[in-house]
């Protein structure tokens, strides 16, 4: 069954560095766009970041320069490496999987794992 | 980036009512719009992509229309499971933006 798991959030002081983990099982994360999705408590959906099956990444304005996406395939596994960490980072964070390389549709998701940025 | 505006906010309807949530872009999407539905404490879920393609495994009383910037979900017939909130997401251009979000409420 496809599958993603989402771990590694917590409680981090504001300026602090977190590093979330995606796994994924039966299928391969180089076959497609796997994208970060946050959602605030009680707020909307908000894209983070993304890599194209070929490693192109992308990001939202509101992160880019301070959240770093990557992947290990012998893992199976897409990383958000996320630094500098401010109050409205908090957030339940979504691992998400959009299949091929074009017209994406976000197919797949995890559970999601809670980021909270506090003193 | 493209910004999503759905319509209304929030709505209220009874169950076997047809409803319809609107979803307009501020420049052009092309057909690459997708619906999603949302439970308290859950992920989202896929409902339809493309505008109009209704994703495996979802019912047929969810359907789609639209192209460039206004786009509709309708849901015919409604179900207690489908009280949730709707989201489009255009997946034309990054940043991939989503709409505001659409409660929709039962009566």
């Known amino acids: 069954e496809e599958q993603l798991v989402e771990s590694g959030g917590g409680l981090v002081q504001p300026g602090g560095s977190l590093i979330l983990s995606c796994a994924a099982s039966?299928?391969?994360?180089?076959?497609?766009?796997m994208s970060w999705v946050r959602q605030a408590p009680g707020k909307g959906l908000e894209w983070v970041s993304g890599m194209h099956g070929g490693g192109i990444t992308l990001y939202a304005d509101s992160v880019k320069g301070r959240f770093t996406i990557s992947r290990d395939l012998s893992k199976n596994t897409v990383f958000l490496q996320m630094y500098s960490l401010r109050p409205d980072d908090t957030a339940m964070y979504y691992c998400?999987?959009?299949?091929?390389?074009?017209?994406?549709?976000?197919?797949?998701w995890g559970r999601g794992t809670l980021v909270s940025v506090s003193s | 980036d493209i910004q999503l505006t759905q319509s209304p906010f929030s709505l209220s309807a009874s169950v076997g009512d047809r409803v319809t949530i609107t979803c307009r872009a501020s420049q052009s999407s092309g057909s690459e719009l997708n619906w999603y539905q949302q439970k308290p404490g859950k992920a989202p879920k896929l409902l339809i992509y493309?505008?109009?393609s209704l994703q495996r495994g979802v019912p047929s009383r969810f359907s789609g229309n639209g192209f460039g910037t206004d786009f509709a979900l309708t849901i015919t017939s409604l179900h207690p499971e489908d009280f949730a909130t709707y989201y489009c997401?255009?997946?034309?251009?990054?940043?991939?933006?989503f709409g505001q979000g659409t409660i929709l409420e039962i009566k």
């Open positions: 998400a999987r959009a299949p091929g390389q074009a017209r994406f549709r976000f197919d797949l």
């Open positions: 493309g505008a109009s």
């Open positions: 997401q255009q997946t034309y251009s990054v940043p991939y933006t």
């Open positions: 039966a299928f391969t994360v180089s076959s497609s766009l």
